[in-house]
């Protein structure tokens, strides 16, 4: 499944885990957007700053870890594999909910089916349908989760946050905990005041290692200016995405330190294939072609990345090293672009079809309450240049939050987007090209079809073994790289900061 986000949101929890303040119990922190409900399943879009504050609440039966690369038991005791692609899971007995009430298997068994009845998110609600076939409470602290054949990795349909059943009988108590949730995590919820300030405090019955930090206050400061100076004068202690052109900065300041961690993600511009234009592939390839990825990555992004061929990023699993990605060569594109009969008419520097037509396209840019962030925008001003360069002219289309994801992801409404994914352990790009999923809130939202790809990953969940998998998914990767259904730019190295009086313990 992809997951925007979650990366980072693992990161603040490990981050917590692992630190000890010096002279502090207190954690501030900030968002660059307002955070939605609490309720990890009733959000319509999936949000950054919504899934950090839900890695500290609530808990899965697993994490996966990245850096050892496993799946490790948080909720879970162990588990078992049983007949039937089901696994019985053993449950911890010492855990309570923030309320003190005990965590029982009929918790997880009510989680599983409200995300499957009630997740806002269309595509959350296929995901776990379509992998978990039947849950079966044993005991108390026993569940048997079988699972569909098309399933490689259970664990990765186990990391989901488990919710109270106790809390969540009936649509009264469901909208009161989008609000003031509980969960077994090691902070709970205190308070959320109308400037919409986020407080937790440390959870004194959690059944891990208790964090040194007591308590932890979220704002919400949209402008990125705001939010550097708000660290640097110490008003805030960490920032978690820090952006590229303020590294520099950060690294002088003798008061914090960068702390660089692997996002496993994709920044990318989608093409919408229901655009007739676009829908052309030499179309494409002649944006594919005018476009420098390496000069953008070096000016904006202080060359803090790798340029990435398909939508695997390096170190993910199944990723083809063979794959190399597309030069950078305008001259190309202007011959393609010649070829399929545009011309410059009217000596305004843009192309235009035999109807006179401008060749022009609107890229959506997702914007915060201040503007969008300062770094895309300037990636978007040079991807429009260098496309100006062809004769292509770039409309940018600002949108917030919202209105991006309802334009972009539900509506379709749309003719290229700049975004970025981050994918969870599985990195199961199927939702995002396997034809089925081009319904309205599905992650394939640019409409691309290819029949070969399809049978590709029907051959990749029926495959036999791990080699046939991976054979499988570097011919995928190349018949997803030939058809352009992205403008696949780059994948980038993430950097945190951190005041300095916060100490790793690890």
């Known amino acids: 499944m992809v997951k925007m986000k979650i990366i980072l949101a693992l990161f603040l929890v490990l981050f917590i885990e692992n630190v000890y ?15 939605g409900q609490l309720n990890p399943y009733m959000n319509p879009t999936e949000r950054g700053n919504s899934s950090r504050m839900s890695a500290l609440l609530f808990e899965g039966l697993f994490r996966y870890e990245h850096n050892q690369q496993m799946h490790i038991p948080i909720l879970a005791e162990n588990y078992e594999k049983r007949p039937g692609n089901t696994i019985r899971v053993n449950l911890k007995k010492n855990v309570q909910w923030h309320d003190n009430r005990p965590f029982t298997a009929e918790d997880v068994e009510f989680t599983y089916n409200f995300i499957i009845e009630m997740a806002r998110q269309a595509s959350m609600r296929e995901y776990y349908s379509g992998g978990i076939v039947n849950i079966n409470i044993v005991n108390e602290h ?8 098309y399933v490689t990795d259970p664990l990765n349909y186990l990391t ?33 005041n109308i400037q919409r300030r986020v407080t937790l405090a440390r959870n004194p019955r959690y059944h891990m290692k208790r964090p040194e930090i007591e308590q932890i206050n979220m704002d919400d400061i949209r402008d990125p200016d705001t939010r550097i100076q708000r660290l640097l004068v110490q008003s805030t202690n960490l920032l978690i995405d820090v952006p590229p052109d303020q590294l520099d900065r950060l690294e002088s300041s003798r008061l914090h330190r960068l702390e660089p961690y692997q996002s496993y993600g994709i920044t990318a511009i989608a093409i919408n294939l229901n655009n007739p234009v676009l829908s052309r592939l030499d179309i494409r390839r002649a944006i594919l072609f005018g476009t420098n990825r390496q000069q953008i990555l070096s000016s904006w992004y202080a060359g803090r990345g790798t340029l990435l061929a398909g939508p695997f990023s390096r170190g993910a699993p199944y990723y083809n090293r063979e794959l190399r990605p597309a030069p950078f060569n305008p001259a190309l594109s202007r011959r393609l672009l010649f070829e399929l009969g545009y ?43 260098q ?51 081009r319904y309205r809130g599905g992650y394939n939202y640019v409409n691309y079809h290819n029949p070969e790809v399809d049978e590709g990953f029907r051959s990749f969940w029926a495959a036999p073994d791990e080699l046939a998998r ?32 916060f100490v790793n313990t690890v």
């Open 387 to 437: 496309m100006k360069d062809i004769g292509i002219e770039i409309k940018t289309e600002f949108r917030v939050f919202d209105d991006f994801e309802r334009e972009v992801f539900l509506d379709r409404n749309f003719d290229l987007a700049m975004v970025e994914w981050t994918f969870d352990p599985s990195y199961d790009i199927s939702r995002l090209f396997h034809s089925q999923y």
């Open 470 to 501: 991976q054979r499988v998914m570097y011919t995928l990767q190349r018949r997803i790289a030939d058809d352009i259904p992205y403008i696949f730019m780059f994948n980038l190295d993430r950097h945190a900061a951190i005041e300095g009086k």
């Open 142 to 149: 026993v569940v048997d989760i079988q699972f569909s054949q």
């Open 21 to 35: 303040a010096q002279g502090s119990k207190t954690l501030n922190y900030t968002e660059n957007n307002t955070i």
């Open 160 to 192: 989901a946050w488990i919710l109270p059943k106790h809390r969540l009988q009936d649509d009264a108590g469901i909208r009161q905990f989008g609000q003031n949730p509980i969960g077994t995590g090691p902070f709970r919820f205190e308070s959320m």
């Open 343 to 385: 011309r410059d008419m009217n000596g305004d520097g843009f192309l235009q079809d035999s109807n006179g037509d401008r060749l022009s396209f609107r890229v959506h840019v997702r914007a915060e309450g201040a503007g969008a962030d300062p770094t895309i925008t300037e990636v978007v001003a040079d991807f429009a240049s």
